[in-house]
């Protein structure tokens, strides 16, 4: 059975970091792409950052690039979103995905609030 399970939100100050994890079980976790999104209230649901498969390269989009590190461990089976000078446009619910085509996962959620 697949399971995405996500921790580490929660509310910081500006200028503060956050530290996102996800654990992934129940398939192949080193042949997907891992993805982090953000929603944030009444906007569409967006990319963040993106690990590639098998230990593939990474990106994050400019908005966070910089301040955003993507990371993944695939022998323990997880992915690390680290999150440093955070501002309060990044607050939002933040999901983890993984996908290889025609598959893809996607974890619960996890509210991420920046705000003083």
């Known amino acids: 059975q697949v399971h995405l399970v996500e921790s580490g939100g929660g509310l910081v100050q500006p200028g503060g970091s956050l530290r996102l994890s996800c654990t992934f079980s129940?398939?192949?976790?080193?042949?997907?792409?891992v993805n982090w999104f953000r929603q944030a209230p009444g906007k569409e649901r967006e990319l963040v950052a993106s690990?590639?498969?098998?230990?593939?390269?990474?990106l994050v989009v400019s908005a966070v690039k910089g301040r955003f590190t993507i990371s993944r461990d695939n022998d323990k089976n997880t992915a690390v979103l680290q999150m440093n000078s955070l501002k309060p446009e990044d607050t939002a619910v933040y999901f983890c995905?993984?996908?290889?085509?025609?598959?893809?996962?996607w974890g619960q959620g996890t509210q991420v609030t920046v705000s003083s």
């Open positions: 995905n993984a996908r290889r085509s025609p598959s893809e996962y």
């Open positions: 129940g398939f192949n976790f080193d042949t997907y792409h």
């Open positions: 690990a590639g498969a098998f230990n593939g390269g990474t």
